[in-house]
């Protein structure tokens, strides 16, 4: 099986998730403890993350943690595939919290054989990456992205399949989308959305 490595920037990357820094930071370590559990029943996760909080449940949840270098999202993806032995990986964002263990598996089983399978946000952004090698990764994200991992499979002479998994499609980035999204998120999302005060989520 493959392993899979999740980067949490921590909640300074989710600025827009909403107004309070301690909401967003309980939003975003739920949504991160969601993702984590349906990551390690598919393999061997590495949590890339400058957050001891975050650090806390991801090794709680089964998952090994690697030191984020700094640098934003690709960087530390970068550095924790680059601890990887050769051999397929995924890389699955830590805001996609309807996220199951069958939708990771789904990913894997759509990719080509020896190429490159990813799952696009609306926005034209990249959720989850199913790689043949860790050394065929590039920091691409941003604005776009899955053109650009599209486009560099392609350099290397990959086969590519952007892949329709509305569980790993639907990512968070505002309170609204977690309210469109709430009956469906992980238990821990779920909870913590539950256990909010009111007026939060005004």
Same mark, same amino acid.
């Given at each position: 099986m493959p392993r899979v490595v999740v980067p949490f920037a921590g909640v300074e990357g989710k600025t827009r998730l909403?107004?309070?820094r301690s909401v967003r930071r309980a939003l975003s370590l739920a949504m991160l403890g969601d993702v984590v559990a349906a990551c390690v029943a598919v393999g061997a996760t590495l949590v890339v993350t400058p957050d001891p909080d975050a650090a806390a +449940? &991801?090794?709680d949840a089964g998952a090994d943690v690697a030191d984020d270098p700094g640098g934003g999202q690709g960087a530390a993806v970068? %550095? &924790?595939l680059a601890t990887l032995a050769p051999g397929p990986a995924l890389v699955v964002n830590a805001d996609v919290p309807c996220v199951e263990t069958g939708d990771l598996l789904a990913l894997i089983a759509a990719t080509p054989t020896g190429g490159v399978g990813l799952v696009e946000a $609306?926005?034209?952004t990249t959720n989850a990456l199913c790689l043949p090698q860790p050394g065929v990764f590039a920091p691409l994200y941003g604005q776009e992205s899955a053109a650009r991992f599209r486009a560099r %499979? &392609?350099?290397l002479? $990959?086969?590519v399949a952007s892949? %329709? +998994?509305p569980n790993l499609a639907d990512d968070v980035d505002t309170l609204d989308d977690l309210e469109r999204l709430r009956f469906r998120c992980g238990p821990r999302t779920r909870r913590c959305l539950a256990e909010l005060p009111v007026e939060a989520l005004r």
């Open positions: 909403h107004a309070s +449940i &991801a090794r970068q %550095a &924790a $609306l926005d034209g %499979a &392609a350099e002479g $990959l086969d892949v %329709a +998994i």
